[in-house]
């Protein structure tokens, strides 16, 4: 969702009448800094009436057509972003997911090895019981 402020609105071409007339009836979202936000859809439906009304002049309809183009491309351009963050984070999750499995992995690896090793050990224990002088060199060698 896109959203716009009445001072975006006048940067965009519209007199703070015309900005004022376009989103004086339409719900607040929020709010930036000082200013509040509105719905692009909502400010597109609205300025379209408002070049439907008879009694609004040409040079309005004009700003308003300009108004509605940008708000409708930058509508567009909000959605393709919005569409690489959500590929992005299903992305992440994924990896996180792989990350998380592979981690179970290593886990149940060293569980292993730790028993291979706890065995060894014990079959070591049992020969050096039988011939003390069986194991002469030391661990590191081993």
């Given amino acids: 969702m896109f959203y716009v402020t009445r001072q975006e609105l006048k940067q965009k071409g519209a ?14 979202v929020g709010k930036k800094g000082n200013s509040y936000l509105y719905k692009s859809s909502d400010i597109i439906d609205s ?20 108004l509605i183009s940008w708000l409708r491309e930058a509508q567009l351009k909000n959605q393709e972003e919005d569409k690489i963050i ?3 984070s299903y992305l992440a999750k994924k990896q996180s997911e792989e990350d998380g499995d592979f981690l179970k992995t290593i886990e149940s690896n060293i ?7 706890n065995e060894f050990r014990a079959i ?11 194991f002469t060199t030391t661990q ?3």
């Fill in 15 to 28: 007199s703070r009448y015309l900005a004022r007339q376009i989103t004086q009836k339409l719900p607040v």
């Fill in 47 to 66: 300025a379209e009436n408002k070049i439907e009304q008879k009694r609004t002049h040409q040079k309005t309809k004009k700003i308003l057509k300009k």
């Fill in 86 to 88: 959500n590929f992005g």
């Fill in 111 to 117: 569980k292993k090895m730790k028993e291979i090793r």
């Fill in 124 to 134: 070591v224990d049992r020969a050096k019981e039988r011939d003390p002088n069986a």
């Fill in 140 to 142: 590191k060698e081993i």
